[in-house]
């Protein structure tokens, strides 16, 4: 158990639908990063937060958004989705400022979308 | 941005056998990681190794940062360690990893 929390583990939706997944991360750490994987697809970096304020921006869709509340946990809001966004979507946490450290990843959020 | 290459892309070795996945990065780095994402889809930390040596059980990892690669060994193969075999780099202004495309290993009994 890597301690950090991803809800829901997994969610089917249909084409067009609004969801938001969300991550607590692990005890103590103050930078969370959001990552997408495809199906037969590497992992790609969506957005990072640290303390509350976005870090850095990848290969993010503008139908994306994400944030990072006062007490850290963060979401990652999907909308008009489109089948192409079927993916499992990882929330990783470490402790530091960004690229200083160690990161852990949750579990996933497997969203499939019909 | 930085560009991360893993070799080999698919590995099948009989169970007990011995192997070496390498990573490959295109510019200097302060931060390496080895991930094992298993069936389910659940990536494990193996090692934080930006450079030296590192053991853990069957498993070991060096990263020669002043070459740009980092070896990751696995030795007396079970077949719980098929998966994926992620390495993910950081450095200098991007404050998140950058995760090659993986090695995909198969144990077989």
């Known amino acids: 158990d890597s301690g950090v929390t991803q809800t829901p583990k997994h969610l089917i939706t249909a084409t067009g639908q609004r969801v938001t997944l969300r991550c607590s991360p692990r005890?103590?750490?103050?930078?969370v990063y959001w990552y997408q994987q495809s199906l037969d697809q590497g992992l790609q970096f969506l957005i990072q937060?640290?303390?509350?304020?976005?870090?850095a921006k990848g290969n993010i869709l503008e139908r994306f958004s994400a944030q990072q509340f006062p007490d850290l946990h963060s979401e990652l809001n999907l909308s008009s989705l489109e089948l192409g966004d079927s993916a499992l979507y990882f929330c990783?946490?470490?402790?530091?400022?960004?690229?200083?450290?160690?990161?852990?990843f949750g579990e996933g959020s497997r969203l499939t979308v019909l | 941005g930085i560009q991360v290459e893993q070799s080999p892309p698919d590995l099948i070795l009989q169970e007990g056998a011995n192997s070496t996945l390498r990573c490959n990065f295109s510019?200097?780095?302060?931060?390496l990681q080895w991930f094992h994402q298993n069936p389910w889809g659940q990536l494990i930390n193996l090692f934080y190794?930006?450079?030296g040596t590192k053991q853990n059980g069957r498993l070991s990892a060096t990263t020669v940062a002043t070459e740009r690669y980092s070896l990751l060994y696995i030795s007396s193969s079970q077949t719980t360690d098929s998966g994926v075999y992620f390495c993910?780099?950081?450095?200098?202004?991007?404050?998140?990893?950058?995760f090659g495309k993986g090695t995909k290993l198969s144990v077989k009994p």
């Open positions: 510019d200097s780095v302060n931060n």
């Open positions: 190794i930006p450079s």
């Open positions: 993910a780099v950081g450095g200098g202004s991007q404050g998140n990893l950058i």
């Open positions: 990783a946490s470490s402790e530091g400022p960004p690229n200083t450290g160690e990161l852990f």
């Open positions: 937060y640290y303390n509350g304020e976005e870090r």
């Open positions: 005890s103590g750490d103050l930078s």
